[in-house]
């Protein structure tokens, strides 16, 4: 197949999905998800490797750091940048469907796992239900890749351990459920905290523990709290935490 043959909209739905849930430093050929997708859609790896670039190209947080990354293709990835920050859900959703549907399967079958119990609903209420699991699977994923596997207080790299948090609920901001920036992975414990308000994160991206902790003689929340107040978080690959969806947290949060 000539390499020269243009991307369809639906291959470069799937580029985009690949790279939202693998980290910058990974875009090379020889990477066996890009080899896996390449051999999927019946392009080379490098040209898959060079889409992901692309897309590179037009993420602000590259430009913010001087990174260019491959601007020969932006004309082609940037309809899809703008698509998915329109609208999210959807175009997530449509990520997967298309890639289960190149696979020779359908989203049921390959998310089987998650969508246990799902099987009698119907119509409209299925499809939410559906859509919904697929799309806070994907979610972790992208959360899971962003900060590379580990969590961003401790740098606990465990994943049965792991949560892919939302700064702000799922429920509560309809706009942000899958907006990265709105994703923070913590394991089990601080996770828990920080969704009731022990644990907040400042502007500068420092971790803020509750004066109640802090004042704790009791020596594990010395160990697992107090010990971290004031020190930074681990940054993520790619989707720093937004300050505004932060100070809302500790607005609405975060015990003091």
């Known amino acids: 197949m000539s390499q020269r043959k243009p991307w369809s909209k639906a291959e470069l739905i799937l580029a985009f999905n690949l790279y939202l849930k693998i980290p910058f430093g990974k875009f090379h050929h020889s990477n066996t998800d890009i080899i896996r997708l390449a051999k999927l859609i019946g392009r080379t790896p490098s040209a898959v490797s060079m889409r992901l670039s692309n897309f590179a190209s037009v ?31 959807e175009l997530v959703f449509e990520s997967e469907r298309i890639l289960a549907e190149i696979q020779q399967t359908t989203i ?23 859509k919904t699991r697929v799309n806070q699977k994907v979610f972790r994923d992208i959360v899971l890749a962003n900060y590379q596997g580990s969590c961003t207080i401790t740098g606990f790299s465990n994943t049965d ?37 022990y644990l907040a994160i400042d502007k500068n991206y420092k971790i803020l523990i509750c004066s109640e902790f802090r004042k704790s003689k009791d020596i594990f929340i010395q160990q ?33």
């Open 161 to 197: 351990f792991l949560i892919a948090s939302h700064i702000i609920p799922w429920a509560k901001d309809v706009e942000n459920r899958l907006n990265p920036q709105n994703g923070l992975l913590l394991n089990n414990l601080h996770d828990k905290a920080f969704e009731n308000g």
């Open 224 to 256: 697992y709290f107090s010990d971290y107040h004031n020190k930074e978080i681990k940054r993520p690959e790619r989707f720093l935490p937004s300050s505004l969806l932060l100070e809302k947290h500790r607005e609405e949060k975060f015990l003091r």
């Open 108 to 130: 049921e079958n390959k998310y089987a796992s998650i969508l246990k119990g799902t099987e009698n609903l119907k119509g409209k209420t299925k499809l939410r239900e559906v």
């Open 59 to 89: 993420d602000p947080y590259h430009q913010e750091r001087g990174i260019k990354g491959l601007t020969g293709g932006i004309k082609q990835v940037q309809p899809i940048w703008d698509e998915f920050h329109e609208n999210m859900e």
